[in-house]
């Protein structure tokens, strides 16, 4: 029987941290350790405890914890690489809601902490943050998990983890892939390959991709390409050595349509004379005059003010219900697409 069944009418009593504790055949003190990200949890019992509190669909009372604990003035900010420059303007756009407030960030990199073995969210938890904004894909979905238990947490400009009572504030990606590919297809393209990124965002922009090529009577082919310049570059590597290379390629993000670029230029293929290039976030990098690229505008300002307004108001009320926000994208023409390079496009 679960949490939320009655018995004999009456609904079933909210599960404790006892009902925790005993699920997972661990003390109620190491259930709290868990619960305040403590490091000094092995992760065989930390999965236990996480495993409990999903078959028993335990939430914490985050509010009343809340107003027992004294604030920082600080909410944590966990970034996935800073040298990508995709977080500028949402972090710019972040941080003017938080400073607006009196409350000041506290940047984390998973990329830089990975390497030197340092876990970010936890080593966020530990300076007690009030709240936890999470930018872009990460590979830290457990520890943010955890972490949903501790603090209000907001997701912004990605989807994962999906977690209960989290918000999210993201881009339409797949309106923005299908606008990058109609734009294509109305310059008389017909074979447009996609690099594919990871996770949910990129199989939304994938899916609007396909939506687009499917609507013009064309044939998707999508490739892994990654985020980053070395992934594109090698992905873009094998299409273009193909017997019928694509007369243009749509790729996940602008970095690794960076990569692109750099594997048309060593390929001698030129853009846009033979092929054309289409990034996604509409970066700084895209609007270099030496590069050029046309880009969709995600409205990373914008999502990043809207999740600073977010945490804001769970700070107040943790325990409100998980909301959704979407932000509206537009595509910036630039000069690395143009016409296909034969009348057919064939």
């Known amino acids: 029987m679960s949490p939320s069944s009655t018995h004999r009418g009456l609904p079933a009593a909210k599960p404790t941290i006892r009902d925790v504790a005993d699920r997972a055949g661990v003390s109620k003190s190491l259930v709290s350790l868990v619960l305040q990200g403590s490091g000094n949890v092995s992760e065989a019992r930390r999965r236990a405890v996480l495993a409990a509190m999903d078959e028993l669909e335990y939430r914490p009372n985050k509010l009343a914890r809340g107003l027992s604990m004294p604030r920082t003035g600080t909410v944590g900010v966990l970034l996935n690489d800073l040298r990508n420059p995709w977080f500028i303007e949402l972090l710019e756009g972040l941080s003017a809601s938080l400073h607006a407030a009196g409350v000041s960030p506290v940047l984390a990199d998973s990329y830089t902490d990975h390497r030197i073995g340092r876990p970010s969210v936890e080593a966020l938890l530990e300076q007690r943050i009030d709240g936890l904004v999470v930018v872009g894909t990460t590979t830290e979905s457990a520890a943010i998990r955890t972490a949903s238990a501790v603090v209000p947490v907001v997701l912004a400009g990605t989807l994962d983890p999906e977690l209960p009572g989290v918000d999210v504030v993201v881009n339409d990606d797949a309106a923005g892939a299908r606008k990058a590919t109609e734009h294509l297809i109305a310059l008389g393209h017909r074979r447009i390959a996609h690099l594919q990124g990871p996770d949910e965002i990129g199989r939304l922009r994938r899916a609007g991709y396909e939506q687009a090529m499917r609507a013009a009577g064309l044939e998707p082919h999508t490739v892994a390409g990654g985020m ?11 299409l273009l050595a193909a017997s019928a290379p694509p007369t243009a390629i749509f790729a996940f993000n602008d970095i690794a349509c960076i990569g692109v670029l750099s594997a048309a230029a060593d390929a001698g293929v030129t853009v846009p ?10 970066t700084y990098l895209a609007r270099i005059r030496h590069i050029s690229l046309t880009s969709v505008d995600n409205g990373n300002l914008a999502v990043g003010v809207q999740a600073g307004r977010y945490i804001l108001e769970r700070l107040g009320n943790p325990d409100l219900p998980g909301r959704k926000h979407l932000v509206s994208s537009e595509l910036q023409v630039r000069g690395s697409s143009g016409g296909a390079p034969d009348a057919g496009g064939a």
Do not use: F, P, Q
């Not at 980053?228 to 094998?238: F, K, L, Q, V």
């Not at 004379?273 to 509409?282: E, P, R, T, W």
């Open 228 to 238: 980053s310049e070395e992934s594109g570059y090698s992905a873009a590597r094998t």
């Open 273 to 282: 004379g033979d092929i054309s290039l289409v990034g996604y976030d509409n």
